[in-house]
């Protein structure tokens, strides 16, 4: 499990020193994301969804990410209400910096070199692109007097690449259908690369920033990182052992679910609306960097 994580640190570090030399600039990372995003993630996703027990993943693992990450964001909104007071967007912003985990990006690598399989990706990846997204957008919306496009957010995770694989691989787990050679290779090459190139690009990612800025949401920064990096993983850990019974491994993996960093969805989502979106890019960025530490004492904690 250590030796797993200082992996896949290791490779992101690669990332860095390369962007920090000016091996490779901003548009390699641009390039690795959009063909992770499009291209080798959703190849890696349906064959592991494809060869697992979806019945159980979704059995527990999706409404155990869907009541932690409630908890993590409804446990921001009260403390912004509280002693933040900031207007609705702004906390529907930080509340989703608290809860909603980069699964696709980092995710998959995380628990494929972690804990041997990346299938507790996909529950959270539907929870958070079927209910979070849509829920999160509409407040969001709301709030800041836009038109709300209900076909938009009916039809807009049917349309993530992410979605559209996972959905593919639980019909072939659930019928048991076998993919025939010719086609299993192609996919299963593809998802070869989405792991190293992921960790490339997100080593890339962490190069030229500089957070907690004074008099921007610096305050609302550091408490939406503490509840996604060791609020959420406690929550989830509680949740797991003693509502859902979870023990050993299945455990374990949730946890780490929990403790992913935040995901970069929430600085897109937060664009359009122009509202909290430097909290939103500090908090990923923070999540980011604090996260390996946080997986660590995870893994520590509880391999």
Not at 56 to 83: E, H, K, N, Q
Not at 261 to 285: C, E, H, K, W
């Amino acid at each position: 499990m250590v030796s797993g994580i200082l992996i896949v640190s290791a490779v992101i570090a690669v990332g860095y020193c390369a962007a920090r030399m000016r091996i490779l600039g901003p548009e390699v990372q641009g390039a690795l994301t959009r063909t992770a995003f499009y291209v080798t993630n959703p190849a890696l996703l349906f064959t592991v969804v494809a060869g697992s027990d979806i019945r159980a993943a979704l059995g527990t693992d999706a409404p155990l990410a869907l009541l932690s990450a409630a908890a993590a964001g409804l446990l921001y909104c009260l403390l912004s209400f509280l002693f933040f007071r900031r207007p609705v967007a702004e906390t529907a912003v930080g509340a989703m910096a608290s809860s909603y985990a980069n699964a696709n990006n980092i995710g998959i690598p995380v628990s494929l070199y972690a804990v041997g399989t990346a299938q507790h990706v996909a529950p959270v990846l539907l929870v958070q692109i079927l209910v979070m997204a849509p829920f999160y957008l509409t407040v969001l919306g709301l709030a800041s007097g836009a038109r709300i496009s209900w076909k938009r957010l009916l039809v807009q995770p049917f349309a993530n690449p992410m979605i559209i694989a996972s959905g593919l691989g639980a019909a072939v787990a659930l019928t048991g259908w076998t993919v025939p050679d010719l086609l299993a290779r192609p996919i299963d090459m593809l998802a070869g690369g989405a792991v190293p190139m992921v960790l490339l690009a997100f080593g890339l990612s962490l190069a030229g920033k500089a957070p907690l800025q004074k008099d921007d949401g610096r305050t609302e920064t550091i408490v939406a990182t503490l509840l996604k990096v060791a609020g959420m993983p406690l929550i989830v850990w509680v949740l797991g052992r003693f509502v859902f019974g979870l023990e050993g491994q299945h455990l374990l993996a949730c946890v780490i679910m929990g403790a992913l960093p935040t995901a970069q969805n929430v600085f897109l989502f937060a664009s359009p609306y122009g509202r909290g979106m430097t909290v939103a890019r500090d908090v990923i960025l923070c999540t980011t960097v604090l996260s390996v530490g946080a997986l660590l004492v995870v893994a520590w904690l509880l391999a």
